[in-house]
């Protein structure tokens, strides 16, 4: 309770009173740590390490906060999940990142980290290879190589 008994001896139920309540508390607070890391340990579970972003840095922009930008693009189901090249301009903190925008862009330039994906240069030898256009009596088509898997209905 924060306080010591003066006159020892002479009141037995008081200090008996005493010693239960300091013997409640330090069961309560090893309780409370006890409790404390559990929690720690269930959060840290689902947590996962933040990505290190520097100055100049490319990344691509989360769309979840662009939906009234995106209203004349068709169904929403069909849009990107994430859009642009855009730089880091600056490193705000740990967690928030400003960026260089374009002026059609109408959102604030400092973003959460968890709105931008660090984008990732092509592999060395992994070319994406556009296949050649077949023009067929005036229109263009594709020529398909091989028919990987058919199903009659």
Not at 45 to 66: A, C, I, M, Q
Not at 113 to 141: A, D, H, M, T
Request: net charge positive.
């Amino acid at each position: 309770m924060g306080f010591e008994i003066r006159k020892k001896g002479k009141y037995k139920r008081a200090e008996k009173f005493a010693e239960k309540i300091r013997s409640v508390q330090e069961d309560a607070k090893a309780v409370l740590q006890k409790v404390q890391e559990d929690m720690k340990r269930y959060a840290d579970r689902e947590r996962e390490e933040v990505e290190e972003y520097r100055v100049g840095n490319l990344v691509l922009l989360s769309t979840k906060d662009l939906k009234y930008q995106m209203i004349g693009r068709c169904i929403e189901k069909f849009t990107e999940c994430f859009v642009g090249l855009y730089k880091v301009k600056a490193i705000i903190s740990s967690n928030a990142i400003e960026l260089e925008l374009p002026s059609t862009v109408k959102i604030h330039p400092v973003v959460n980290v968890s709105r931008v994906w660090k984008y990732k240069l092509q592999v060395e030898g992994q070319k994406k290879e556009v296949p050649q256009l077949v023009v067929i009596e005036g229109e263009e088509e594709w020529k398909v190589e091989k028919i990987m898997n058919k199903r009659k209905v």
